[in-house]
Nanobody, 122 residues
């Protein structure tokens, strides 16, 4: 099983980035979550999308600015990030959850990608 996160980079405050998470090797359906970890801080939940792609959930800190999506319950999940702030600077990780129970806890996710770095300058 492999999850490949990409799309990070350096952007000015107010700008946008789109992250991608490509999964391979999974034989069952799965929900996908995005997490982020800023320097010196714990990894935190950002967003989640259900197996079907119909249900989404966001942390309060990104709600209204970020959009998680997947096409036709496919293996690629996107995180569109708009109105970026310096506080959004972090390494962003995608993860797959094969359990049917909804969760935002890191420990609920079975597989993790390597992370992609996002830096927002003021």
């Amino acid at each position: 099983v492999q999850l490949q996160a990409s799309g990070g980079g350096l952007v000015q405050a107010g700008g946008s980035l789109r992250l991608s998470c490509a999964a391979s090797g999974l034989t069952s359906t799965y929900a996908v979550g995005w997490f982020r970890q800023a320097p010196g801080k714990e990894r935190e939940f950002v967003a989640r999308i259900s197996r079907s792609g119909i249900r989404t959930y966001y942390s309060d800190s990104v709600k209204g600015r970020f959009t998680i999506s997947r096409v036709n319950a496919g293996n690629t999940v996107y995180l569109q990030m708009n109105s970026l702030k310096p506080d959004d600077t972090a390494i962003y990780y995608c993860a797959a959850d094969t359990d049917v129970v909804f969760s935002t806890r890191r420990t609920a996710y079975d597989y993790w990608g390597q992370g992609t770095e996002v830096t927002v300058s003021s």
